[in-house]
């Protein structure tokens, strides 16, 4: 499997992720007293949409297949292939893409609104009627207050599963309501494991993207797809070489970063040389350099949210990554 072939979650029917998340799922439909709001947390790409989906099926009836874990369901079970195709009745998922799998910036309140009639229905076809959120770190102020709307309000019949890499930023009420299930990172050692034969790739490229994805199997995948083994690479040559890195080299770098490819190797780019100027400000840290410490963690910072900066004022990209490069030869001066 090449990492351009990695699938959305609602195609996933095998699952290396944490049993015991299943385990208190599952015991929780047994008893009777399922509650009709779950918080998926943890890391972003650790398995949470997957496992949504996964209980999702399960409670709109597809056939229950062990083969594929204790949530598994059969991929050829017609309940299954609806949710593959997104034409079940009794599923509605909140997500960035669009139908025309445009992204965006935000979960717009409009889709929100949409729950509460969705869920005010009884079920269709199935025992349950199901609504995914993913992620819900991703809905502006009014679709959030939009969705509490329908947490205050219980459907009967109807479950909610929302997804969150930083449950931290959800509205208080909002975390209140649900029940959560935390999903833990993995060890590098499982995560390069897991990449083995997966992606075609050499055992080094596997332990470096093991050691990026810090604990996220679906982020070691997604980075792999994305070009960051390459971007690292890039990353660690301008660096090594500062303040005194090459002017041409980096005019090259920059003149990559045209159209919208380019904007994904800038984005990619900025993530590596923020993620290794960090590993330099912790090295200080271990060291007692303070003064470095200082440096170095101010240079993480303006790294990490240039990406962002760059997309809200539609700064060029070419002269945002001159401007970072500036900033940090001046701080490898001092």
């Known amino acids: 499997m090449s990492a351009s072939e990695a699938p959305h979650p609602r195609e996933v029917f ?5 049993e015991a998340v299943e385990t208190a799922f599952q015991e929780s439909l047994d008893r009777g007293r399922l509650h009709h709001a779950w918080l998926l947390t943890g890391p972003e790409g650790v398995g949470k949409a997957t496992f949504a989906y ?20 059969d991929p ?20 960035l893409a669009t139908d025309d799998g445009k992204p965006r910036k935000s979960i717009p309140v409009d889709d929100a609104r949409k729950l509460p009639e969705f869920f005010s229905k009884a079920p269709a076809s199935a025992p ?12 502006n102020i009014n679709a959030a207050n939009a969705l509490l709307k329908t947490l205050e309000e219980p459907p009967a019949r109807g479950v909610l599963f929302l997804v969150s890499h930083a449950p931290g930023g959800l509205l208080a009420t909002i975390r209140s309501r649900c029940r959560r299930l935390a999903f833990a990172p993995w060890s590098e050692a499982r995560i390069q494991d897991f990449l083995q034969g997966r992606m075609g790739l050499g055992a080094d490229e596997v332990s470096r993207l093991a050691q990026m994805a810090k604990g996220a199997p679906g982020r070691a995948l997604s980075m792999a797809e994305g070009g960051a083994l390459q971007a690292d690479a ?20 920059a003149d990559s970063f045209r159209g919208t490819e380019g904007q994904k190797r800038f984005d990619v780019l900025l993530e590596r040389m923020a993620d290794q100027v960090h590993g330099m400000a912790v090295r200080a840290s ?40 500036g900033r940090l030869r001046q701080a490898a001066r001092v």
Request: no cysteine; aromatic share 6%; charged share 30%.
């Open 54 to 73: 996964r209980a999702a099926r399960r409670l709109l009836g597809a056939r229950a297949d062990a083969d594929y874990g204790l949530l598994g369901s």
């Open 234 to 253: 890039v990353a660690h040559e301008i660096l090594s070489r500062l303040p005194d890195a090459d002017d041409s080299a980096l005019l090259a770098v």
């Open 128 to 139: 349950y009627r199901v609504a995914i959120v993913d992620a819900a770190d991703d809905m």
């Open 14 to 18: 095998g699952y290396d992720g944490s």
């Open 76 to 95: 050829h079970d017609p309940v299954s292939r609806q949710v593959a195709s997104r034409s079940h009745p009794d599923l509605m998922v909140l997500e």
């Open 286 to 325: 271990e060291e007692g350099a303070s003064a470095e410490i200082d440096r170095w963690a101010r240079a993480w910072e303006g790294l990490a949210t240039l990406p962002r900066e760059v997309e809200a004022v539609n700064l060029d990209r070419a002269d945002a990554f001159f401007t970072a490069i």
